[in-house]
């Protein structure tokens, strides 16, 4: 008895030398209609080299076959920081936050929003983009946008560096709030997961959201407080104004960078806070709940 | 502990088709708009309830597997043997997980890899080297064991000198060896395999045949879908026959395919096709292989329904490719030879033809057909229309056959020494 009962044990300490990956040495499967996957979470993190090396797929394709490479990262954001801040602050006037110069402002602004911005359009269109895969292999299907958000992450990355040279420049020291940045940056990402996951669901199912999200970015842009500081909304209209989840990220960081000049609206934030949340577990939810019908659909 | 490792139950699966009503032309603006804007009401409440866009009019169901049941045993390897759209592939896809099933379940026992496909998610821009550790994740190797096996698997594929070169700029032939050869080191408790042989040169099949019975000798076990009788009788013990969404008990391989061979003669049939405007098209049809006897040699005789919506004359043309894809063969009735022009009566029409088989190497081979006016345009051009396996007998003595997996091709030609025709030694 304890005989056999040590060669099951050897046997299983086999298996898991030969096989580092595999979950549990002998899952029982059961495959059914509707049958939500029980460790669907576990299965992820098995999964976890899968999305380390699709977001390093992304990375290192994302500027091969282009000249000036990386660059990219930084033109598009340094550009809509010079044409901000010359229509909103020296053509419109608008105050900046406190003592903060201009351009170290917007730019502040201009990071989250295009680590929002490039999230949501990345992800939405990734499992259409991935459509080869999720037809010929099984794994968690949530690796395909949240490891695409990782691209988004990296050119946030090195604009962040591209922030602190203009700080320099402008002679602008932030406080001590900065090292709460990385909370605020989790903030962000979670705050356009959420919708993304919806939005790549969605446009499994029906291509009409891949003309919406260009739209959203757009629009989005000169909705939220990104050329100018949210200050400048009138006071009665800032806790409405806080329902856009960008706001709340977008106050985060210029509270965390500028500092004390840029007092935190906390209704507002909050308000931020919940409907992020909210979408995040509306997104995630919607996701699981379809995701086993992909591959018949995309 | 029971000794199944897959068991499905009841397993069915169920896709909504859409058709176009009705045939009739639209003529008026006025029709088309009420039709799309009909249309457009149903997307839209289609939508708001969540349900999936199917285009057309009318919905069909359509259930690509029905009541399969089949338990499969550990170190078994068990073919999956089917015409085309019996199920096969559907079938592996519900069993890898890449869609769920819609009636029944499936119990399966240990870590599944699937390969549907060789090569999934190869990235031109990548080079081969980084495309190893690509598609090894996503065939769900760790990154560890993936180097533990890298410099066999470079062996493997012979590609070594082109590593650090981006696939782009692969031949076809490297690319199917790359990424065979990361398919082929997969050591999973099950392995499910599609119809992945049919590329690739056939020396480097022959390689993969062995790759592939290897990991069946090691207690693993494997399921494989194929259209090559050659590869099922080779790898597998066992095997499934699907038929319209219907499976057969899991029995001894050679009884399948002696009954899937249908007693040496296999016919296929197409189900019907539609092609609005044409004015000559192909209906539907179906094929049947008969072996040589003592008065006739091998031939392959087809029916074909053909719809004329004018009284035509049209050439027949047939083409023949084998397994791997080759264009094998062509016959034609009035193709060359305007005296041998087809007369079609405006309306139905039935063609029975009768093509010499005689020598044609053993195996699979798909039929296209096409309905031209020579050298002008094709009325109607049904590409693999219909297939049939051919499986020769003999009766001059030989005890071999040429087999289209051997890979030497796949007509034989008859040869004989000079002089007389029956000179059997060198004079």
């Known amino acids: 008895m304890s005989e056999q009962a040590g060669a099951i044990a050897m046997e299983r300490e086999q298996a898991k030398d030969s096989e580092p990956a595999s979950p549990a040495a002998e899952r029982i499967l059961i495959l059914e209609p509707g049958r939500a996957e029980r460790n669907y979470w576990s299965d992820l993190w098995h999964y976890r080299e899968l999305f380390a090396i699709l977001a390093w797929r992304d990375i290192s394709v994302r500027y091969k076959q282009t000249v000036i490479g990386v660059a990219w990262a930084v033109i598009r954001p340094f550009l809509t920081m010079v044409v901000f801040t010359i229509l909103f602050g020296k053509v419109a006037k608008l105050p900046s936050d406190g003592a903060a110069p201009y351009p170290v402002m917007v730019f502040a602004g201009m990071l989250p929003w295009f680590l929002f911005s490039s999230i949501l359009s990345d992800a939405s269109g990734s499992l259409i983009g991935n459509a080869n895969l999720i037809t010929k292999v099984y794994f968690p299907r949530l690796i395909i946008p949240t490891a695409s958000a990782m691209v988004a992450l990296t050119d946030f990355l090195i604009n962040l560096v591209m922030l602190v040279a203009i700080m320099a420049w402008c002679g602008f020291a932030p406080s001590w709030r900065v090292v709460l940045l990385p909370a605020f940056v989790l903030l962000a990402v979670l705050a356009s997961l959420g919708p993304a996951l919806w939005i790549t669901a969605l446009n499994v199912k029906y291509r009409d959201f891949r003309y919406i999200i260009p739209f959203i970015v757009q629009f989005g842009l000169y909705v939220s407080p990104v050329g100018f500081s949210s200050a400048v909304v009138p006071e009665d209209w800032r806790f409405w104004y806080s329902l856009n989840p960008v706001v709340g990220v977008i106050d985060g960081f210029r509270w965390c960078i500028l500092g004390g000049d840029s007092p935190l609206y906390l209704p507002g934030f909050a308000t931020s806070l919940c409907v992020v949340a909210g979408f995040l577990w509306f997104g995630v939810r919607y996701f699981r709940a379809t995701e086993r019908t992909f591959a018949d659909m995309v | 502990m029971s000794d199944v490792v897959i068991r499905a139950d009841q397993l069915g699966k169920k896709y909504l088709i859409g058709h176009q009503s009705g045939n009739e032309r639209y003529t008026a603006l006025r029709d088309v708009v009420a039709r799309n804007a009909k249309g457009l009401l149903h997307s839209a409440r289609d939508i708001l309830q969540g349900r999936q866009l199917v285009s057309g009019d009318e919905v069909e169901e359509f259930w690509a597997l ?261 264009p094998v063969a062509f016959a034609t009735i009035g193709g060359f030879n305007p005296n041998d022009i087809i007369f079609f009566p405006k309306g139905k029409c039935i063609l029975k033809v009768i093509i010499s088989a005689k020598n044609l190497a053993r195996g699979c081979y798909f039929i296209s057909i096409d309905i031209t006016n020579p050298n002008f345009y094709y009325f109607d051009k049904a590409d693999d229309f219909l297939s049939v396996a051919v499986e020769p007998l003999s009766f001059d003595g030989s005890t071999r056959c040429l087999d289209q997996s051997y890979g030497f091709g796949s007509l034989q030609l008859d040869a004989r020494l000079e002089g007389s025709p029956d000179a059997r030694a060198i004079v």
């Open chain 2, 66 to 326: 029905k009541d399969v049941n089949f338990e499969i045993k550990r170190g078994d390897a068990v073919g999956i043997i089917g015409r085309n759209g019996a199920g096969k592939s559907t079938l592996l896809k519900i069993l890898s997980r890449i869609t769920e099933p819609s009636t029944g379940r499936v119990e399966i026992r240990g870590r599944v890899a699937s390969l549907l496909e060789v090569g999934t998610g190869f990235h031109p821009e990548l080079t081969g080297r980084e495309n190893i550790f690509l598609n090894g994740a996503i065939l769900g190797m760790s990154r560890a064991e993936i180097q533990r096996k890298f410099d066999e698997i470079v062996a493997f594929s012979e590609v070594e000198r082109f590593l650090d070169t981006p696939v782009k700029h692969y031949s076809s032939g490297m690319y199917v060896r790359l990424a065979f050869a990361v398919a082929a080191h997969l050591d999973p408790e099950i392995l499910v395999v599609d119809e992945v042989l049919a590329v690739g040169d056939a020396e480097f099949q022959k390689k993969c045949l062995g790759k592939m019975s290897d990991v069946a000798c090691c207690g693993r076990t494997v399921l494989f879908v194929s259209h090559s009788m050659n590869a099922i009788q080779a790898l597998c013990s066992h095997a499934i026959f699907l038929e319209k969404g219907r499976s057969s008990e899991v029995s001894k391989a050679e009884d399948i395919i002696s009954r899937y061979v249908g007693g040496a003669i296999v016919a296929s049939a197409a189900s019907p096709r539609e092609n609005d405007g044409a004015q000559l098209y192909l209906s539907s049809g179906s094929a049947a292989y008969y072996p040589s006897d003592i008065n006739e040699d091998a031939n392959i005789k087809l029916e074909l329904n053909i719809i004329a919506r004018l009284n035509s004359k049209a050439a027949l043309e047939i083409r023949l490719r084998d397994t791997l894809g080759s």
